[in-house]
């Protein structure tokens, strides 16, 4: 079975730095997918970034990046420039590759508490 | 982008009444949906899977009798909490996903407050 962790229950950055949030993840899959979701206070789940198993090269999306590190099966995101909008609840989630006998579903870590201070 | 809708976005009831609660695909075809319960600062729980047309499949420890999800067209799949008690009270989260789309779009979620 697949697992995920998230060891930092609740970060805080100051407004406009960098802040890096953690994220394990156990499974005997060759080919999957990570996800980290931003649940902000109106608690509307939104997708922040996504990384296919398959791909070396780390996804970016604007301010948001991760340290896809495949072999010590560690997903970690990068928030650049932080900003208060980022304050939030961040989960990394994984999701094997689609087939026959899976229909997509995701594995939640238990997620990191963000406060941006200004 | 996808849309997901949740409609109500909380509803107060008395214990042991039913409640029925709609998640709606707007600008595509569901073929998967997904339901969660929340609790305060904790992680979202799934509790069952349904496909289009069958029945849905519930993870280990949630009741299929108090929590009855219908998944009966492309676009909606309702979940019914069933002789609700205070236990009951939480946020209820629901997603979808269309075929081969290696993502879930979630609903704004329903918060449930039973008496």
């Known amino acids: 079975a697949q697992t995920v962790t998230q060891s930092q229950p609740e970060m805080s950055v100051q407004e406009a730095e960098t802040v890096t949030l953690s994220c394990t993840y156990d499974t005997s899959e060759n080919n999957y997918y990570l996800f980290w979701y931003k649940q902000p206070p109106s608690r509307q789940m939104i997708l922040v970034i996504r990384q296919e198993a398959y791909k070396q090269q780390n996804a970016t999306e604007n301010r948001f990046s991760v340290n896809f590190q495949k072999a010590a099966k560690s997903f970690s995101l990068k928030i650049s420039d932080s900003q208060l909008g980022d304050t939030a609840m961040y989960f990394c989630?994984?999701?094997?590759?689609?087939?026959?006998?899976?229909?997509?579903?995701?594995?939640f870590g238990q997620g990191t508490t963000l406060q941006v201070k200004p | 982008g996808a849309v997901v809708s949740q409609h109500p976005s909380w509803v107060i009831c008395k214990s042991g009444t039913s409640v029925k609660i709609e998640c709606r695909s707007l600008?595509?075809?569901?073929?998967?949906m997904f339901w969660y319960r929340q609790f305060p600062k904790q992680s979202l729980m799934l509790m069952a899977t349904s496909n289009e047309g069958s029945k849905a499949t519930y993870e280990q420890g949630v009741e299929k009798d108090k929590f009855l999800i219908n998944h009966a067209s492309l676009t909606l799949s309702t979940l019914t909490v069933t002789s609700a008690h205070p236990e009951d009270s939480s946020f209820y989260i629901c997603s979808a996903r269309s075929g081969g789309r290696n993502e879930q779009f979630f609903g704004p979620g329903t918060r449930l407050t039973v008496l």
């Open positions: 600008d595509f075809q569901a073929t998967t």
């Open positions: 989630a994984f999701m094997k590759q689609m087939g026959s006998s899976n229909t997509g579903k995701l594995i």
